[in-house]
């Protein structure tokens, strides 16, 4: 399997990715949409300081079955605007997949308000679990490796 079907494959069938860039890791919850890991993050939705900053960032990606570090990508930063090519696409099937939306009817437009959009794009450099190094912080989602 290519590299980014692997990541593809992955993100489409996890609730959560976990992002890493400025010595920091995140779990965040996603939506893969045509080639990227696409992220709503600030204003009330979850915290990802800066990361329109950053041109690339790391992906840590695990099995759904057995929560297991699978693979490590790296992804290029995108920041979708509103009205920009991918802005309706990314936004409609970020607000199908939100758990919880209070403001449903809403959410798109408080998104450009108030947060970042951004596709998480990867760049075919991806690193398999037994690759990884195992000298990483506890926060890490890389507690399991079965």
Request: charged share 25%; net charge negative.
């Amino acid at each position: 399997m290519p590299p980014t079907d692997l990541i593809a494959d992955l993100a489409k069938k996890s609730g959560l990715v976990w992002v890493t860039y400025a010595r920091h890791t995140h779990a965040v919850w996603h939506e893969w949409v045509g080639d990227a890991v696409c992220v709503v993050a600030g204003g009330t939705e979850q915290p990802l300081p800066d990361i329109e900053k950053h041109q690339t960032v790391t992906l840590s990606l695990r099995s759904k079955a057995t929560r297991a570090l699978v693979a490590e990508a790296e992804a290029r930063v995108e920041v979708v605007t509103p009205g920009s090519e991918h802005w309706d696409v990314v936004t409609e099937t970020l607000k199908g997949g939100r758990l919880n939306i209070t403001d449903g009817d809403h959410a798109i437009e408080r998104w450009a308000r108030e947060s970042v959009v951004v596709r998480l794009v990867p760049t075919g450099t991806v690193t398999l679990a037994a690759d990884v190094s195992s000298s990483l912080p506890r926060t890490s989602p890389h507690l399991s490796r079965s």
